[in-house]
């Protein structure tokens, strides 16, 4: 597989240059910098580190390397690639007219599919956490052509999705919750979202509340942990990996990463071995970051408040992406059909076509469940 890259600019001489890597305040820089500072530099053919991306990390100037790296199976750094985009049309049914709530906005790729079918006389409320991505978010929707009128933007958190329904006319006709991180922020280093670079562990959504992972592992005694990793990731290794990270100074992803690795060379199978490891690392990482952000709590108070915010015959659709989460949202869909409140919910959920898998393998694990609101819609 060809990666892109200066190749054809440079030839051979990008070989023999030595890699410099630039800090966060460059990463979006492209490589004629109105600062004057020279271009990202990187070893070979192509750019492998997220800082080393500047093309991927500038979509607007870049857009023909983006749709090469997309073709290749890959998402380019600093964007979302929307998952069961036409599932999640049909469930949604949407209508012009129609009043709704992306509940989960990341890089916009779900509102922007869902904006042109509530138009004309739609609004989208769109919400997300994140403070470092929804203003960039926010502006390449509004470059698109999205005013305020048409969708309205909130830093917020979904557990208090009620919030928005004064402005949205008192209910809602559909919500969309696509859960986790996204690619932007799985893929920056600085966030600690990954252990394949080195970075602060921290794993918040908004790293302006709450504490890092790290401020947070340093407090759990062995048990505490085990039960998180187990409770979070039905981690298997847990007592192992718990054993392992107790006690330690963890700082940074790979600090955390050296050590989950060192406790599995002995216990998993040779032959598995890489394999394994590498499922407890992005296992162990998504405990974590499931507690850092209440992640659970707060998903229920959103299931909770759903019934109250949608109108009758609304509709409603959740992604999710471990079983942790689609085992709350079924529950809370099951019982809100036996009670009454929805009268249709998915008996199985949707998951993406095996297409959409090959072509993004971040979606392999996606499951799409959706309920229907009792009483006619008006
Ligand atoms: C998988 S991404 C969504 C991608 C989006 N559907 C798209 O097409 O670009 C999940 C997003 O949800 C946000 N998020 C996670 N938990 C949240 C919460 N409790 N409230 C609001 N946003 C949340 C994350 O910050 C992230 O941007």
Redesign the pocket.
């Known amino acids: 597989m060809r990666g892109w890259g200066p190749k054809g600019n440079l030839g051979g001489e990008t070989r023999r240059r030595e890699v410099r890597i630039v800090g966060e305040d460059n990463q979006r820089m492209g490589d004629d910098s109105p600062h004057g500072r020279r271009r990202v530099r990187y070893q070979g053919t192509h750019p492998r580190r997220y800082a080393e991306r500047y093309k991927e990390l500038d979509p607007e100037r870049h857009a023909r390397e983006l749709e090469k790296v997309r073709a290749r199976g890959d998402t380019p750094a600093g964007t ?1 690639r ?2 069961c985009v036409r599932e999640v049309l049909e469930v949604l049914d949407l209508r012009p007219g129609d009043v709704g709530v ?10 922007q599919e869902i904006l042109p079918h509530i138009l004309p006389g739609g609004r989208l409320f769109a ?4 403070p470092l ?1 929804l203003p960039r ?1 926010e502006a390449r929707l509004r470059g698109l052509g999205f005013s305020e009128e048409v969708l309205v933007v909130r830093r ?4 208090g999705i009620s919030r928005v329904l004064p402005e949205a006319g008192g209910g809602l006709d559909f919500v ?1 919750a ?5 690619s932007m ?1 799985l893929d920056n280093p600085a966030r600690g979202f990954t252990y394949k670079a080195d970075g602060p562990l921290d794993l918040r ?1 908004n790293p302006n509340r709450g504490r890092p992972a790290a401020a947070l592992l340093s407090t759990l005694s062995e048990a505490a942990l085990t039960d998180l990793l187990v409770e979070h990731a039905d981690e298997p290794h847990a007592n192992a990996i718990a054993r392992a990270l107790h006690g330690q100074p963890i700082a940074t992803t790979t600090q955390l990463a050296h050590l989950v690795r060192r406790a599995l060379q002995t216990t998993v199978h040779e032959a598995t071995r890489q394999q394994e490891i590498r499922k407890a690392l992005q296992r162990t990482l998504q405990a974590l970051r499931i507690a850092v ?1 209440d ?1 659970f709590r ?2 229920e108070q ?1 299931l909770a408040l759903l019934p109250v915010c949608l109108k009758p015959a609304g509709r409603v659709a959740i ?1 999710t992406f471990h079983s942790g989460e689609d085992r709350r949202v079924k529950k809370a869909f099951q019982a809100g059909n036996r009670d009454g409140v929805y009268e249709r919910i998915a008996r199985d959920p949707v998951r993406p076509s095996a297409e959409e898998r090959r072509a993004n393998p971040r979606s392999s694990s996606a499951k799409l469940r959706w309920a229907v609101k009792a009483g006619a819609s008006d």
Do not use: K, R, W
């Open positions: 979302h929307p998952i992306d509940a989960t906005l990341g890089y916009g790729g779900h509102a919400i997300d956490v994140d991505e978010t917020m958190n979904f557990a969309l696509d859960l986790g991180v996204s922020q959504l952000n992640e707060v998903l959103f992604l």
